[in-house]
């Protein structure tokens, strides 16, 4: 068993990383899932409204976090070098992959949101009116377009300072974000204070508030520290970034973006597979995923450690030690989770009680939380497998091992399930989620033969040289 578990010192150095992304995530996810509840009171339209809307938020959120890992897996490697220029090149070409991804968002959004909202609403003889979900969608929508800019500068600076070890300043950041998130979501959404009742409208505006307090608050930091964050200086003199550099970044970077657009696509057309059951499972769904992700953040976090720490060891050269390390990483991750889905399943009756809906949305959302229950040992063991991969740059195989498996596999199979046979939806999203067993035995035989044991970065003559100037 030592191959597996470590000693003092190793966990007090994972949890050093990992605790602060936990304490983060965990609370923003809190913060939705309370968020969550405030809409759920105002009735079932208006969850999924707010829910389809946020569906299509996280396809943006995701292909801004995959622009930004792509670059990420120089930045950790370039830190753990010390070679402050390359982690600087690398902040660079973030901004300018975040304005691209950012410009695009904004444009797709507020041509197509009719549209693409309507995909997801479907009659299921509960008489919900689809028009009423439709209209708080779309100015939910409307609302929420305003934060994708303090969102993609957030995730810049916070995904830069985290490659370097920095993780306590984004964690305050983001607690400080969520109280001000949780203050406005009680006065805009109830209407306190003499203020109009705005629902759905009001949790939007509250969370574009807290976005932008969390954003200014990571920037200014990382401004006015630069003893700590020395690649910072200067680093708005030009948005130069060497080609040789550029083309490794596209190189690997570039399968990874496009693994994060399709996978976060892919997920939003499983739902939508789900959605021709009828508007009460898109609502069971909805408070089924904002509950469990509260519980997800731990293998989440310890995901975000496999990158940081393993990327850091292959950066200094150190293979042994990477790989001892990830396999203690991804047993610790697995391990949590089979206890962290045990709590999530006993607790699972509890939770849709607190919303304002129907009784069958309840039973959907607690059969729906217990099956994540069951399933999240899977998704920690796939998650620690894919930051594995991705920390040597295997972004090519993590390309066809996560986003290509969703669209080839997942997909066809809840869309054949949900339209051609009479199966209950339950099973159907059983089926639809334990099928990723396959990607656990794909993720060890990777894993184990020791693929990804690689140092990436490129030297510092090649870019440095074409750095001079600037």
């Known amino acids: 068993m030592k191959r597996f578990i470590g000693d003092k010192q190793f966990y007090k150095m994972v949890l050093a990383i990992a605790v602060p992304i936990m304490i983060q995530n965990g609370i923003t996810n809190f913060v939705s899932l309370l968020d969550n509840m405030m809409v759920g009171q105002m009735g079932t339209e208006q969850m999924t409204g707010v829910a389809i809307a946020n569906q299509l938020i996280f396809v943006f959120n995701l292909c801004i976090f995959g622009g930004l890992s792509g670059a990420g897996i120089f930045g950790a490697q370039f830190y753990g070098q010390k070679d402050y220029t390359g982690v600087k090149h690398v902040f660079r070409f973030k901004v300018l992959i975040g304005i691209v991804l950012t410009v695009l968002a904004e444009l797709i959004l507020l041509l197509f949101q009719e549209p693409l909202i309507q995909k997801f609403l479907h009659e299921d003889g509960t008489g919900g009116n689809l028009a009423l979900s439709l209209l708080h969608g779309k100015q939910y929508l409307m609302i929420m377009m305003i934060g994708l800019v303090p969102f993609a500068i ?18 305050k950041a983001g607690l400080i974000a969520v109280g001000v998130n949780v203050l406005f979501n009680t006065v805009l959404i109830f209407g306190y ?10 949790a939007a505006i509250a969370t574009v508030i807290a976005r932008f307090v969390e954003c200014s608050i990571i920037v200014t930091w990382t401004h006015k520290h630069t003893d700590k964050n020395p690649y910072i200086k200067g680093v708005y003199k030009s948005l130069y970034v060497p080609k040789h550099l550029t083309t490794q970044i596209l190189l690997k970077g570039t399968p990874l973006m496009l693994n994060e657009a399709l996978w976060s696509s892919g997920m939003t057309m499983l739902m939508q597979c789900y959605s021709v059951r009828g508007l009460s499972v898109v609502a069971g769904l909805n408070i089924a995923s904002t509950i ?3 519980f997800n953040v731990v293998f989440i976090a310890l995901g975000s450690s496999v990158s940081i720490i393993v990327g850091q060891l292959l950066g200094a050269g150190k293979m042994e030690e990477a790989k001892d390390t990830d396999t203690k990483l991804i047993f610790f991750s697995v391990a949590s989770c089979f206890v962290i889905g045990s709590i999530l399943a006993l607790t699972s009756p509890l939770f849709p009680r607190f919303y304002n809906t129907s009784a069958e949305v309840k039973h959907y959302a607690m059969w729906f939380i217990i099956v994540a229950a069951i399933c999240m040992p899977l998704n920690a063991f796939i998650h620690a497998t894919y930051f594995t991969l991705r ?5 090519v195989i ?3 091992f996560d986003s290509v498996y969703i669209w080839v596999i997942s997909i066809p199979l809840a869309y054949m399930l949900t339209r051609y046979t009479n199966i209950p939806i339950i099973p159907i999203y059983f089926m639809c989620q334990f099928i990723d067993i396959i990607k656990c035995i794909i993720g060890y035989i990777l894993v184990k033969k020791g693929v990804w044991l690689e140092n990436i970065t490129v030297s510092e003559e090649k870019y440095k040289e074409e750095a001079v100037g600037n």
Do not use: C, D
Not at 391 to 395: A, I, L, N, P, R
């Open 154 to 171: 957030t995730q810049i600076y916070s995904s830069t300072l985290r490659e370097s070890g920095e993780t306590v300043i984004p964690m």
């Open 193 to 202: 204070f003499g203020l109009p009742a705005l629902g759905a409208k009001g």
């Open 292 to 294: 469990s992700n509260v």
């Open 391 to 395: 920390s040597g740059g295997k972004t």
């Open 398 to 400: 993590t390309f066809l």
